[in-house]
């Protein structure tokens, strides 16, 4: 008899984003490289989910260097646009591997997509982790517990 399928543990949240005029061009679209920008208030609130933020991490003896970052972008944003930065946990036992997609709050159409990669690093010796802290593994546990 076969093994029954466990069902893949997942961790989502989001954040709005309004565009402000300062990461806009002349033609009122959002320039390229903020979205990395909008990715990390999605990261972050992520991070919080499941309490390791960047208080957090380095509380507990570790940085999270970014490694990796992808984007495709789909539509422009623009100056004024409420927008829905939404993540989901792809990836936690060897690094933090976090998926994006950016959508207007009004018609849902999505803009951009992408990951981005983090590794630990021990804050003390600098040396990197190849497998992620167990702090990771004990938080996400307590969070889906709950679930």
Known sequence: MAEPMQEKKTLKASAIVEVPFHDVDAMNVCWHGHYLKY???GRAALL??????YGEMLASGYVWPIVEA????VRPARYGQRVEVG???????NRLKIGYEIVDCVTGERLTRGYTIQVAVDAATQE????SPS????N???VWSRQ
């Open 70 to 73: 992808h984007l495709k972008y």
């Open 87 to 93: 993540t989901e946990l792809l990836e936690y036992e």
């Open 128 to 131: 990197l982790q190849f497998v």
């Open 48 to 53: 919080r989910a499941f309490d390791y933020d």
């Open 140 to 142: 996400l546990e307590r």
């Open 135 to 138: 702090i990771v593994f004990d």
């Open 39 to 41: 990715f990390e208030v």
